[in-house]
């Protein structure tokens, strides 16, 4: 901006606004008031305001930006290579806030795409680019309504709105939503701001001198959508050609009969020169002594103000069906040689404007658009022009001094008298400069009209409106941030809410689910105990699956609810501690703990009533027949698994409970009393079913003789099942033996490295764990050890071999699918161990001595499971005829011999070669010597992975990073121990 200049030629003016007395049809001039301010620069309006208004020469080519007004962009309806009339509608609007947009020229569309538009940003924006394809200006106009008085208000305000009618003289806002303001307001007054303060600007003086009429009949059509009781026409007293035409111009429609009387209630009031006197609510307080409020609008007042290019523009689409295609715009400044105003199309070039008034040879130092006070400077010539510019400011070197250095701020107190929106400009400046935006919203930032006067009076030469238009800019992103972080709060509630609904309904159907399953579990106990009692002993036996199934769902159920109780508790305490979570997320929170209590207190309703269901029908007599004591002898084996189970649960639980309780007592927090009850209640569980599980081994043991002497030789294929079972748990708890051995070995090695800890416990722990190992190795010898072979002389005839014959067929078909089952499952548990141990090769965390040991035993149950596998096959292919010869015996299958059956087999009948067993061995130990082998370099690679983090690492992660170096030497040193041991068997071999 000019703004030196300026000042250099400014000239003295009283500050006082007492407006002299002008003839306006009346014996008395309306009053005029002042307001705060204001200041009085040079004019300099004489240069364009002596020639006369012309209409520039049709534009080759236009380019219409999509946003020329406030709020929403248009949307295009062309496409390219589309022709179009002058006139046509081109865009339409989107939303309330917005306007349509019509081509200018009649050619053909040549682009719609991104463009430079003239803003103070600089920024791009879509436009449509027409190029004119002849020299005829074809119109696609509107209904002209020359009786516009018999339309009806609504059908006014909606060809304002087809029109794409906008304000010329500020922001473009939509004049169609501006006229429906009487909608929520009561509106006595309408102003026609015919000021024009801003130096060099004259568009509105030549529109008023040239189009009079058009401006008065422009003001009926407003003030019969608005319904004001008086009509003002507010104009500076240096325009004293305008003024005479417009009083001309009432006189003339006053005197013409053939139209209805015009309304008395519309004067002429001329105003005192200052700057910015123009302003909207400056402009208020001098016609009507109203102040309009902090970040109020007019409309709160009773007022609406328009400008004479928007009244015109309205005249035009109202009478003459025009839409806004065109504007008054002054071209002027030093550097023109013809200064003055031209009636152009929207979207014509800047610089062909420019070169109607005949640019100096100098050239243009600065192009501004706008006036030099509020206007903004144009790095191009070659931009369009838009429904809001008024002004094209070209100054010449000579004009524009080179720019003042900013000072710091003297305090004078300049900036404050001069401003006209009574704020405190240097408070204000502070608080932009040092970034307290919030202070500055406290001190009205927002009724800043950034008309420069506190810069222009400024003796330190600070730009204090561009420190206003910054703290504008960041109150705007900071409102718009906040705005879109309720939105997504509003969305996060929601979301909240209905899971938390949807989860209840879920809660709903399980507690329905459960009670069912409680009324069917305690109607079948009904109809078992009815059975027990009405019926043999041998039809009892088959409910017990039944019932043992439906325990088991439920005490599936209650581990499932209880985990999701202990989830929904730790993610609400995490939230209380952290203390960054608002209350309608703790809420939610505190709703799903509720929840999951809930459904843990249905599932252990639900498995209570099932176990006593199940006590109940367990209490039936056992009095049944000697033939049916093989069957029911499956039922204790479920239930001795049953109780192994709840013992290890329940030895888990103790653990557990000490655990929290010595945690308690070392910080010193939470309820050690209550944490004391929970570790006696949990060690009476467990006492109780370590009675239990006893008890009921003891019982399995006494019933196994009696079982064996009562039944019949037939009879004894069947009962080879349980065996086999009982040999697989065998060979688990070996295994889980060994790795507590292991376990125990690792923490006593630990212990003497690390010097603490106690190492007598420890020891004693390695000792009874390698006592348990010895036992375990011990149960399993003796029951794969191959029973004695049954005297063969137990029948004389022979003829109990056909009658089983179809009975064993059945089995060993069984049998067989139960062996396939079983190598699969072997299968899949050596792929899981194998995942499991490479997963912690790789990250270097995890205990891979274990892993290993897991893998070792899967390898060999799946080595076992294949053996049984491929020997119960070769038993179903070469068995003999099953019809013998009377008195023909069975032959004896050949028994096992030394060393045929591997470790870990667990089928007594299975034999095999000693080099099947030595290949099936060589195999194993050439598999595991691989999986140990790429474990070591796993480790190797994590370990120097961590030591190469720590070494780079801060002080703050560095503790951390030192314990995962240490983990991870730990690992490699195991798995390079585990490598020897196995390098040392393969050497051996």
């Given at each position: 901006m000019v703004l030196?200049?300026?000042?250099?030629?400014?000239?003295?003016?009283?500050?006082?606004?007492?407006?002299?007395?002008?003839?306006?049809?009346?014996d008395s001039a309306p009053r005029v008031f002042d307001f705060h301010g204001g200041i009085h620069p040079p004019e300099h309006k004489a240069l364009s305001n002596r020639a006369p208004l012309v209409a520039a020469p049709l534009p080759h080519e236009v380019v219409l930006p999509l946003s020329q007004h406030i709020g929403a962009p248009a949307q295009p309806l062309v496409e390219i290579g589309q022709r179009v009339k002058t006139g046509e509608l081109i865009a339409r609007a989107q939303g309330m806030i917005s306007a349509p947009v019509h081509a200018s020229i009649t050619g053909v569309v040549t682009a719609i795409e991104p463009r430079q538009i003239p803003h103070v940003s600089g920024l791009e924006d879509l436009c449509i680019v027409i190029e004119r394809d002849s020299e005829i200006d074809e119109w696609a106009r509107l209904e002209a309504w020359r009786d516009w008085r018999q339309q009806e208000a609504q059908d006014l305000i909606q060809r304002l709105q087809d029109a794409g009618v906008v304000g010329q003289g500020g922001a473009g806002f939509p004049s169609a939503v501006k006229a429906r303001v009487r909608e929520r307001h009561a509106i006595d007054t309408l102003i026609l701001n015919a000021a024009e303060c801003e130096p060099y600007i004259t568009a509105d003086d030549l529109t008023m001198r040239t189009h009079p009429e058009a401006l008065i009949e422009g003001l009926e059509i407003l003030a019969s959508l608005i319904g004001p009781e008086c009509i003002l026409i507010g104009i500076e007293d240096n325009k004293p050609e305008a003024v005479i035409a417009l009083e001309q111009a009432i006189r003339a429609r006053r005197a013409d009969k053939r139209l209805p009387p015009l309304d008395s209630r519309l004067e002429v009031v001329v105003v005192p020169t200052k700057y910015p006197s123009g302003g909207e609510k400056q402009l208020i307080k001098l016609l009507t002594d109203r102040e309009v409020p902090s970040r109020g609008l007019p409309a709160d007042v009773g007022v609406v103000v328009h400008n004479p290019g928007t009244v015109r523009a309205v005249q035009r689409a109202v009478c003459f069906g025009e839409p806004m295609i065109s504007r008054v715009v002054t071209l002027t400044g030093e550097a023109l040689q013809h200064p003055h105003n031209v009636e152009a199309r929207l979207g014509t070039a800047i610089g062909d404007l420019l070169r109607l008034a005949a640019p100096s040879a100098s050239g243009i130092a600065r192009l501004v658009?706008?006036?030099?006070?509020?206007?903004?400077?144009?790095?191009?010539?070659?931009?369009?022009?838009?429904?809001?510019?008024?002004?094209?400011?070209?100054?010449?070197?000579?004009?524009?001094?080179?720019?003042?250095?900013?000072?710091?701020?003297?305090?004078?107190?300049?900036?404050?008298?001069?401003?006209?929106?009574?704020?405190?400009?240097?408070?204000?400046?502070?608080?932009?400069?040092?970034r307290e935006f919030d202070k500055a919203e406290l001190y009205n930032l927002a009724d800043c009209i950034e008309c420069g006067a506190c810069s222009y009076v400024c003796p330190s030469q600070i730009p204090l409106v561009q420190y206003y238009r910054f703290a504008k800019g960041e109150i705007r992103t900071a409102q718009h941030d906040a705005r879109k972080s309720e939105r997504a709060r509003h969305r996060f509630e929601f979301k909240q809410a209905r899971m938390a609904r949807e989860e209840a309904e879920k809660e709903a159907k399980r507690q329905q689910r459960a009670q069912a399953a409680q009324k069917a579990a305690a109607a079948r106990a009904e109809t078992a105990t009815a059975a027990d009692t009405t019926s043999t002993a041998s039809a009892a036996a088959p409910s017990a699956p039944a019932a043992a199934t439906d325990l088991k769902a439920f005490k599936t159920a209650r581990a499932a609810a209880n985990i999701a109780l202990k989830k929904?508790?730790?993610?609400?305490?995490?939230?209380?501690?952290?203390?960054?979570?608002?209350?309608?997320?703790?809420?939610?929170?505190?709703?799903?703990?509720?929840?999951?209590?809930?459904?843990?207190?249905?599932?252990?309703?639900?498995?209570?009533?099932?176990?006593?269901?199940?006590?109940?029908?367990?209490?039936?007599?056992?009095?049944?027949?000697?033939?049916?004591?093989?069957?029911?002898?499956?039922?204790?084996?479920?239930?001795?698994?049953?109780?192994?189970?709840?013992?290890?649960?329940?030895?888990?639980?103790?653990?557990?409970?000490?655990?929290?309780?010595?945690?308690?007592?070392?910080?010193?927090?939470?309820?050690i009393a209550a944490l004391e009850a929970s570790v006696t209640d949990a060690r009476a569980r467990l006492a109780k079913a370590e009675a239990d599980l006893k008890a009921a081994s003891e019982t399995s043991e006494s019933a196994a003789p009696a079982a064996a002497s009562t039944s019949t030789k037939g009879a004894a294929a069947p009962a080879a099942a349980a065996p086999a079972a009982d040999l697989k748990a065998l060979k688990t708890a070996r295994a889980a033996a060994n790795i507590a051995v292991k376990?125990?070995?690792?923490?006593?090695?630990?212990?003497?490295?690390?010097?603490?800890?106690?190492?007598?416990?420890?020891?004693?722990?390695?000792?009874?764990?390698?006592?348990?190992?010895?036992?375990?190795?011990?149960?399993?010898?003796?029951?794969?050890?191959?029973?004695?072979?049954?005297?063969?002389?137990?029948?004389?005839?022979?003829a109990a071999a056909p009658a089983a014959a179809a009975p064993a067929a059945a089995a060993s078909a069984a049998d067989l699918k139960a062996l396939k089952t079983a190598r699969a499952a072997a299968n899949i548990a050596v792929k899981k161990a194998e995942k499991a141990l490479a997963r912690a090769s790789e990250s270097g965390e995890g205990d891979i001595e274990d892993l290993q040991t897991l893998l070792a035993t899967a390898q060999e149950n799946l080595r076992a499971a294949e053996v049984r596998l491929t020997s119960a096959q070769a038993d179903g292919t070469d068995a003999p005829p099953a019809a013998k010869g009377a008195g023909e015996l069975i032959p004896?299958?050949?028994?096992?011999?030394?060393?045929?059956?591997?470790?870990?087999?667990?089928?007594?009948?299975?034999?095999?070669?000693?080099?099947?067993?030595?290949?099936?061995?060589?195999?194993?130990?050439?598999?595991?010597?691989?999986?140990?082998?790429?474990?070591?370099?796993a480790a190797e690679a994590a370990h120097r992975k961590a030591e190469a983090a720590l070494s780079e690492a801060d002080d703050e992660s560095r503790q951390r990073l030192a314990t995962k170096v240490d983990r991870t030497r730990r690992n490699l040193e195991h798995a390079r121990e585990s490598l020897a041991e196995v390098q040392a068997l393969v050497d051996a071999q």
């Amino acid at each position: 901006m000019v703004l030196s200049l300026l000042k250099s030629m400014v000239t003295s003016r009283s500050a006082t606004s007492t407006a002299a007395p002008r003839a306006t049809g009346s014996d008395s001039a309306p009053r005029v008031f002042d307001f705060h301010g204001g200041i009085h620069p040079p004019e300099h309006k004489a240069l364009s305001n002596r020639a006369p208004l012309v209409a520039a020469p049709l534009p080759h080519e236009v380019v219409l930006p999509l946003s020329q007004h406030i709020g929403a962009p248009a949307q295009p309806l062309v496409e390219i290579g589309q022709r179009v009339k002058t006139g046509e509608l081109i865009a339409r609007a989107q939303g309330m806030i917005s306007a349509p947009v019509h081509a200018s020229i009649t050619g053909v569309v040549t682009a719609i795409e991104p463009r430079q538009i003239p803003h103070v940003s600089g920024l791009e924006d879509l436009c449509i680019v027409i190029e004119r394809d002849s020299e005829i200006d074809e119109w696609a106009r509107l209904e002209a309504w020359r009786d516009w008085r018999q339309q009806e208000a609504q059908d006014l305000i909606q060809r304002l709105q087809d029109a794409g009618v906008v304000g010329q003289g500020g922001a473009g806002f939509p004049s169609a939503v501006k006229a429906r303001v009487r909608e929520r307001h009561a509106i006595d007054t309408l102003i026609l701001n015919a000021a024009e303060c801003e130096p060099y600007i004259t568009a509105d003086d030549l529109t008023m001198r040239t189009h009079p009429e058009a401006l008065i009949e422009g003001l009926e059509i407003l003030a019969s959508l608005i319904g004001p009781e008086c009509i003002l026409i507010g104009i500076e007293d240096n325009k004293p050609e305008a003024v005479i035409a417009l009083e001309q111009a009432i006189r003339a429609r006053r005197a013409d009969k053939r139209l209805p009387p015009l309304d008395s209630r519309l004067e002429v009031v001329v105003v005192p020169t200052k700057y910015p006197s123009g302003g909207e609510k400056q402009l208020i307080k001098l016609l009507t002594d109203r102040e309009v409020p902090s970040r109020g609008l007019p409309a709160d007042v009773g007022v609406v103000v328009h400008n004479p290019g928007t009244v015109r523009a309205v005249q035009r689409a109202v009478c003459f069906g025009e839409p806004m295609i065109s504007r008054v715009v002054t071209l002027t400044g030093e550097a023109l040689q013809h200064p003055h105003n031209v009636e152009a199309r929207l979207g014509t070039a800047i610089g062909d404007l420019l070169r109607l008034a005949a640019p100096s040879a100098s050239g243009i130092a600065r192009l501004v658009m706008g006036g030099p006070m509020m206007g903004f400077t144009l790095e191009s010539d070659a931009l369009p022009i838009i429904k809001t510019t008024n002004c094209l400011l070209a100054s010449s070197p000579e004009a524009v001094p080179a720019p003042a250095v900013e000072q710091p701020c003297i305090r004078c107190g300049m900036c404050e008298q001069a401003c006209p929106a009574e704020l405190l400009p240097q408070q204000l400046y502070w608080f932009s400069k040092s970034r307290e935006f919030d202070k500055a919203e406290l001190y009205n930032l927002a009724d800043c009209i950034e008309c420069g006067a506190c810069s222009y009076v400024c003796p330190s030469q600070i730009p204090l409106v561009q420190y206003y238009r910054f703290a504008k800019g960041e109150i705007r992103t900071a409102q718009h941030d906040a705005r879109k972080s309720e939105r997504a709060r509003h969305r996060f509630e929601f979301k909240q809410a209905r899971m938390a609904r949807e989860e209840a309904e879920k809660e709903a159907k399980r507690q329905q689910r459960a009670q069912a399953a409680q009324k069917a579990a305690a109607a079948r106990a009904e109809t078992a105990t009815a059975a027990d009692t009405t019926s043999t002993a041998s039809a009892a036996a088959p409910s017990a699956p039944a019932a043992a199934t439906d325990l088991k769902a439920f005490k599936t159920a209650r581990a499932a609810a209880n985990i999701a109780l202990k989830k929904a508790e730790k993610a609400l305490k995490a939230a209380q501690d952290s203390g960054e979570s608002s209350a309608s997320d703790l809420a939610a929170l505190e709703a799903n703990v509720t929840a999951a209590k809930a459904k843990l207190a249905s599932a252990e309703s639900a498995l209570k009533a099932a176990s006593e269901a199940s006590e109940s029908a367990a209490a039936a007599p056992a009095s049944a027949a000697t033939g049916a004591s093989a069957p029911a002898a499956a039922a204790p084996a479920g239930d001795l698994k049953a109780l192994k189970t709840a013992r290890a649960a329940a030895n888990i639980a103790v653990k557990k409970a000490e655990k929290a309780l010595k945690t308690a007592q070392d910080s010193g927090e939470g309820d050690i009393a209550a944490l004391e009850a929970s570790v006696t209640d949990a060690r009476a569980r467990l006492a109780k079913a370590e009675a239990d599980l006893k008890a009921a081994s003891e019982t399995s043991e006494s019933a196994a003789p009696a079982a064996a002497s009562t039944s019949t030789k037939g009879a004894a294929a069947p009962a080879a099942a349980a065996p086999a079972a009982d040999l697989k748990a065998l060979k688990t708890a070996r295994a889980a033996a060994n790795i507590a051995v292991k376990k125990a070995e690792k923490a006593l090695k630990t212990a003497q490295d690390s010097g603490e800890g106690d190492i007598a416990a420890l020891e004693a722990s390695v000792t009874d764990s390698r006592a348990r190992l010895a036992k375990a190795e011990a149960d399993l010898k003796a029951a794969s050890e191959p029973a004695a072979p049954a005297p063969a002389s137990t029948s004389s005839t022979g003829a109990a071999a056909p009658a089983a014959a179809a009975p064993a067929a059945a089995a060993s078909a069984a049998d067989l699918k139960a062996l396939k089952t079983a190598r699969a499952a072997a299968n899949i548990a050596v792929k899981k161990a194998e995942k499991a141990l490479a997963r912690a090769s790789e990250s270097g965390e995890g205990d891979i001595e274990d892993l290993q040991t897991l893998l070792a035993t899967a390898q060999e149950n799946l080595r076992a499971a294949e053996v049984r596998l491929t020997s119960a096959q070769a038993d179903g292919t070469d068995a003999p005829p099953a019809a013998k010869g009377a008195g023909e015996l069975i032959p004896e299958a050949p028994k096992a011999a030394a060393g045929s059956v591997g470790r870990g087999s667990m089928a007594s009948n299975v034999t095999l070669s000693q080099a099947e067993i030595e290949a099936s061995r060589a195999e194993n130990l050439a598999k595991r010597h691989k999986q140990v082998t790429i474990a070591v370099k796993a480790a190797e690679a994590a370990h120097r992975k961590a030591e190469a983090a720590l070494s780079e690492a801060d002080d703050e992660s560095r503790q951390r990073l030192a314990t995962k170096v240490d983990r991870t030497r730990r690992n490699l040193e195991h798995a390079r121990e585990s490598l020897a041991e196995v390098q040392a068997l393969v050497d051996a071999q």
